[in-house]
């Protein structure tokens, strides 16, 4: 079965340190998508990127190699990997001798493409400071408005709303007040998020009372980040929408999502919280 609960999350686990690349654990994404009444057509484009902070192997003397690592999963791929066994996976690399980089990451290519049922993307990087900088996500910060909120869950599109009957804009929010809960292990991901879009004014406090309405909602990433582009899309109707959500860490790894309703490759803007 590829659901969460027959995923290794949860549960005690032997940490191999030999490369397995059965440990990957591939969960369909359609059911979830079925709930938020995404069909086959997609309505968006997008990518999840994971960056792998603890990926190291031996060179074929034995001498220890340290690498950070960029994965991008198309967002069409019909599987999402399970974290902890996206995790299990890399840290079996530990002890394997590996020719040179190039060989692990052709060997990651072949790997995490069969996982999740199309290419991924996959860059090795330097262990250094410049490889992966710390920037802040652009746009307008929602945080700093002065309301009450009461409502930490379900998520509640209601609290959308667009002012049909005013001029278009063209504008990039942003906030970094949002969680949700893993759904099987119920541990917290803390995350920012980027929302930019043209067409009529979002009303700046109902879109943060929804984003602080996934605080309790029990879902993954990614699952996350497309009900928001949904919600969005059928609340608002913005000409044009994208929504990017940088998570904090977790086990070495951070996820995140980028739906747009174009085409468009996103960057990697590591962030404070990363």
Not at 73 to 82: D, G, K, L, N, R
Not at 152 to 165: E, K, V
Not at 252 to 268: W, Y
Request: with cysteine.
């Amino acid at each position: 079965m590829s659901t969460p609960e027959h995923s290794p999350l949860g549960k005690d686990t032997v940490y191999a340190d030999r490369y397995d690349p059965s440990l990957l654990f591939p969960i369909p994404r359609a059911d979830k998508r079925a709930e938020i009444g995404i069909a086959e057509t997609l309505p968006f484009h997008g990518v999840d990127i994971w960056n792998a902070y603890e990926l190291s192997w031996l060179d074929l003397r034995g001498k220890p190699q340290v690498a950070m690592a960029e994965f991008r999963v198309p967002a069409a791929s019909p599987h999402i990997i399970e974290s902890k066994s996206f995790k299990l996976y890399l840290n079996g690399f530990a002890q394997e001798r590996i020719a040179d980089p190039a060989t692990l990451a052709a060997t990651l290519l072949h790997d995490l493409s069969a996982a999740a049922g199309a290419v991924v993307g996959v860059q090795l990087r330097d262990a250094r400071a410049d490889a992966l900088p710390v920037v802040d996500l652009g746009g307008l910060l929602l945080d700093a408005q002065d309301i009450a909120i009461d409502h930490y869950g379900p998520p509640q599109a209601d609290f959308l709303q667009a002012a049909t009957s005013a001029t278009p804009v063209a504008e990039t929010l942003v906030s970094h007040l949002l969680r949700s809960n893993c759904p099987v292990t119920g541990q917290p991901d803390w995350g920012s998020v980027q929302v930019a879009y043209r067409g009529a004014p979002i009303d700046h406090a109902g879109l943060l009372r929804y984003l602080v309405s996934f605080r309790t909602h029990n879902e993954f990433h990614e699952q996350c980040v497309e009900r928001i582009f949904v919600d969005l899309t059928q609340r608002c109707a913005p000409r044009q929408l994208s929504v990017y959500a940088r998570y904090t860490r977790r086990g070495g790894l951070d996820i995140n999502p980028f739906r747009s309703s174009t085409p468009a490759t996103p960057g990697n803007p590591r962030t404070v919280r990363q």
